[in-house]
């Protein structure tokens, strides 16, 4: 088929399209006398066409989404034609970008944050079923990792621009003098340039490499961790029990000297769809209730995505008593306005772990005897024996309890959860957008109608959708006929207008 070359951008367009379909600039402009195609009803007709032919990008997981994700498709095709109001209104753009981005990455993200050893890498791993976070007993590194599963074993490294380098370096805090010796013993400016900038660096390996993969970027004692953004691990080994859309971050913590990665974790606590904060039961002191009361400030509008973890229970005197006193405490001390709305709900969230033991456990068979002595320790408190009892000992360390949390409130009811959050963006979508043309009064009044008529439209359906959640499934058919029906609206109102336009352009160029 003949195609239309644009003279802005130089994409090769479909020839019966009159404007640009990647940066919507007019494609006739030979045609025309100079500036008629800034008449508005030319721009309308732009408007028009970009809403025609704006490309579909399929959501596979969730129908209703789907016909979600092609609307706002259509929303910001329209909003970020010149002149309808994007170049004013980044707050939009970004509601509009963050939905799309929603719609197609339907991750779970749970970050596990605390104060540095808390636990969190232990845990992470126990969760996984192996060690691949590093937790030596020197601080380890700042980079932010997740874990995946993936059909492949693989490493992405991502590194900091050169913009986001220049705000981390002036947002070191009086405290990051220890930051600062580290950083010129291993003569960070050496290497700076090298990665500094770098593209993302994603390696494929064998599972058993993964472990040593991560200590290159995340050692601190290696140079380059400074540099690193994020590191991400695909797994390809997790059980067939582990929720394939659930993505661990373990995160570097709230109180780092350098403000700019402290902002970071906290970017990731506002995001994530569940937050799980690890403190040590040995110490719950007036530190840990402050790390606990600002997860529950970036997590204000929905405060059941907390879950507080305390680690190391094994080490308490006595375990099952001391952790029952605790807890009962931590339970009042965390509900009330700042934290938990009800009683009945902190105590569902607050759970406690040992981790460690229940690693040690998992590889008993490998571990040499001075490695079992902890294990043997705690057996001993428990009157078990070992090896007879480990799967009794295991129990105890309350892990495979985490894990059923995860898997059965967390991430079944995700599905749920994520439609009624998409929901709910993109009836704020459409209110901002309604507000924000409402403002406009000229020749784009009519479309606006057609388009909010066939919203609405929309709306109602996926409403009732939305209500027979799990009849979804079966009413695909149903759905699409009633995109159909509005597909076919939008198209014959753009059709009466298209053929209105044309009958005056082709006045204009006789
Ligand atoms: N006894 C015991 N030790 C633990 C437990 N969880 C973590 N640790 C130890 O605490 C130290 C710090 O753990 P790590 O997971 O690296 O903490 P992170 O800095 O929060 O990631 C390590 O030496 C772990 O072996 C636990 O539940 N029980
Ligand atoms: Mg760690």
Redesign the pocket.
Known sequence: MAKITCGKCSHENQEARNFCEKCGAFLRVADFEKKVYEMPEVKMMRVVDNLLHVPHEPINWDDVTDAYSTKVERLDALFKIPGMGAENNSAVVQKLNDFLSLCRNPDFQIA?V????????????ALLGKNY?????T??TAALTKFRSSLRDYVKVTFYTHNEWDKLWSSRTSKATEFMKEYEELQGDKHKGKWIGHAPIRKEMANEEIEEELKIWSSSKRAEHYFVKEIEVGISTLGKDFPPQVVFV?TP?LSDPVAYRSELTKEYIRRANAVFV?I?AQKIQSEEINTISSVFSFSSDDKRKVHIIA?????LNDPESDWAEQKSYLVKRLTGKAFFDTQAMAATNIMH??????NLCRDYDSLKKEERR?LKKFAVNFDYELPTDMRKLQKK?NVAEIMRVIRDNLAASYKRLLANEIKSKFMDITYNLNRTTKEKKDSMTGLLEASRASNADLDKKVQEQLKKCDAVKNSTEQLKAIIKQVKDKTDKRAEDICGKLRKKLNQAKK
């Not at 605390?114 to 791993?125: A, Q, W």
């Not at 976070?133 to 007993?137: H, K, Q, Y």
């Not at 772990?353 to 229940?358: F, G, P, V």
């Open positions: 596990f605390g104060t540095i050893k808390t636990g969190k890498s232990t845990l992470i791993n976070a590093s937790m030596a007993v601080p380890e373990d913590g690890c040590d680690t190391h229970w094994d080490v772990s040992a981790a460690y033991i229940y902890p360390t």
